[in-house]
């Protein structure tokens, strides 16, 4: 009843007209992108991307309690509860951590993934991406996996939670770790109580935590060293004529290289929050009117510049990158990617904590200790708490930065010996 309530009211504040204008205008400004990104040409978007901001200044308007332009739509679309002001010292106190890390690391000689794009037939690649996600507990009688343009997991019920991959012949970690990502946001959906299907709780209960799974499958299981003690073998024999002369070490190593880059969806898990945190400030600064529109481009390259030491080229490859403030909205729509991440390490410490022997059971090909905590603590419950409630009853404190900051320097620390 609290939740059906809170969206109800949420519901009741923003009017089927205003809401109607955000799409139509959506719609439109995405197929304006469509076009507008492969030909370079933001001065199109301007106008798109200013309508938007209008549009998503008065959604935020229709919660007047708010102490932030951006806390509404934060609640809105993405995370709710979270608000820019617990926010902005999570990601500082993150970025300070990950700017000189990631300054070390480049210092440092770059590991060789050339054994990655070798030339890897699809048909295997697809094999053997399902043989892991069954073995980690997706659950193929309750899903299924094709192919897509773009990975994503949708789900029409609690009996049928489907997922996508693509599949790059010349790149092993695309289809491989984007089946172990979907997987993870799949497995969460799977793991709700029954009970609750066809309810208001039949559901994750904010995107950072869902991102929170599929990050903690992908990145703190799938690229661990314990998980390719097991699994290398098996990708050796899939692989022979490409992988026999591989080590583990050497593959371990290339699916973990950390490289200072333009495009956020092929960032590695260290730079990839930095990618957030400047769209977080820059959602920021364009809502509450500190930056103008057309200074946005200019903007976006400083912050490349000064945080990841890249700088795009053109628009296309910098603030054209995304769809989401082209095709959705500018505001609450990009914390969760960071929030996921800074929760995945904070989860995966509470469970090794339960269980110690969770490591080594991985590397033994076990999933079942950590996946039963993970639905005991989080899975089963949908949407019954709020994220801040969900995180404290399964961590025992609130959100933090200090597992995962721990993770990456312990991690990043061993590979790149810094
Ligand atoms: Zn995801």
Redesign the pocket.
């Given at each position: 009843m609290r939740v059906a309530r809170r969206e109800f009211e949420r519901n009741l504040r923003v009017s089927p007209e205003l809401l109607g204008r955000l799409f139509r205008h959506g719609a439109a400004s995405f197929e304006a992108w469509t076009v507008a990104r492969p030909t370079n040409d933001f001065a199109v978007m301007e106008p798109h991307l200013r309508q938007t901001i209008d549009i998503c200044r008065e959604v935020s308007a229709c919660f007047p309690g708010a102490q932030h332009v951006v806390d509404p739509l934060i609640d809105y679309f993405a995370d709710y509860g979270m608000t820019t002001q617990t926010l902005r010292p999570i990601f500082a106190e993150l970025r300070a951590a990950l700017v000189p890390l990631i300054g070390a690391i480049a210092n440092q000689p770059a590991p060789d993934d050339s054994c990655l794009h070798q030339h890897f037939p699809e048909g295997q690649q697809l094999a053997f991406g399902r043989s892991v996600i069954e073995r980690l507990g997706y659950d193929f009688t309750r899903g299924r996996q094709d192919k897509a343009p773009h990975p994503?997991?949708t789900k029409f019920n609690l009996g049928d939670v489907r997922i996508t991959t693509r599949v790059k012949e010349h790149d092993l970690s695309e289809a491989l770790f984007s089946t172990i990502?979907?997987s993870?946001?799949a497995m969460y959906e799977q793991g709700i109580r029954r009970e609750l299907d066809g309810t208001p709780l039949a559901g994750g209960t904010s995107s950072g935590v869902?991102?929170s799974q599929?990050?903690l499958w992908e990145n703190l299981v799938g690229r661990s060293r314990g998980f390719w003690r097991h699994f290398y073998p098996e990708l050796q024999a899939a692989f022979p004529s490409q992988l026999s002369n591989v080590s583990l070490d050497t593959f371990y190593r290339a699916v973990n290289k950390v490289q200072r880059s333009l495009i956020r969806t092929d960032a590695d898990e260290v730079t990839y929050n930095l990618h957030i945190i400047i769209r977080f400030d820059l959602e920021d600064e364009l809502l509450s009117g500190a930056l103008a529109v057309n200074d946005l481009p200019e903007a976006w390259r400083a912050r490349y510049q000064s945080d990841l030491g890249v700088a795009p080229p053109d628009d296309r490859d910098g603030v054209l990158q995304d769809m989401h403030w082209f095709a959705l909205a500018v505001g609450g729509m990009f914390q969760g990617?960071t929030l996921?991440n800074i929760l995945s390490a904070q989860l995966f410490a509470a469970a090794r904590q339960a269980h110690p022997s969770i490591p080594e059971e991985i590397a033994r090909g076990g999933f079942d200790t950590l996946r039963g905590w993970l639905t005991a603590n989080v899975y089963q419950h949908g949407s019954k708490f709020t994220p801040a409630e969900l995180i404290e009853r399964a961590t025992g404190q609130p959100l933090t930065t200090a597992p995962y900051i721990a993770y990456l320097r312990e991690k990043f620390g061993e590979l790149y010996q810094i």
């Open positions: 994503f997991m990502h979907e993870g946001h869902h991102e599929s990050r990617y996921g």
